[in-house]
């Protein structure tokens, strides 16, 4: 596990992320897990989790937040924001950071708006898997299957 080295670290980064619309009580979180107990994202990857993102931004951590491929994961459900007992709104948290992400060059600005089209793809593939499962007879395998191949040509 890495060191955390408090005196490297951006005591600003917090009050940066406070300071922005939504984002007002995110350092009220006392980590109580419920956030990452509830997110389907974290349900399925080991790496991903909302309260570590919280506790990271909290002690300043800037560089390893902005530049993390996590902050691409949230599928902005919602979820975890529902049911936070602190109302820290998470989900606008993650678009605070991404925002960040680009303005201090860690990504490319087009970022955003392709992770908001690749939710739009994830969600129909979704429903496209569904109606398969449900009408096995119709087969659009292949089409679903084309449809990922086509997502994964594009440059992110
Ligand atoms: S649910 Fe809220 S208080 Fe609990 S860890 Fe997540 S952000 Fe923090
Ligand atoms: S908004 Fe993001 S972090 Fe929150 S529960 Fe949904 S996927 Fe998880």
């Not at 897990?33 to 909302?50: K, L």
């Not at 979704?126 to 679903?144: F, Q, T, V, W």
């Amino acid at each position: 596990m890495k060191k955390i080295i408090i005196t490297e670290n951006d005591p600003n980064f917090k009050y940066d992320i406070a300071s922005q619309p939504g984002a007002e009580s995110f350092m009220r979180c006392f980590t109580c897990g419920t956030c990452t107990a509830s997110c389907p994202v974290a349900e399925v990857n080991d790496e991903y989790d909302p309260r570590k993102i919280i506790r990271m931004s909290i002690l300043g951590m800037r560089e390893e937040v902005l530049s993390s491929d996590i902050l691409w994961m949230c599928s902005r459900c919602y979820t975890c924001a529902a049911l936070c007992p602190q109302n820290v709104k998470f989900t606008d948290v993650i678009s605070i950071l991404r925002d960040m992400a680009v303005k201090e060059g860690y990504v490319q600005p087009e970022r955003l708006e392709k992770a908001l089209e690749l939710d739009k793809v994830i969600q129909s593939l979704r429903c496209r898997i569904i109606e398969n499962k449900l009408h096995p007879e119709e087969n659009n395998s292949k089409e679903i299957l084309k449809a990922i191949e086509d997502e994964l040509g594009k440059e992110w």
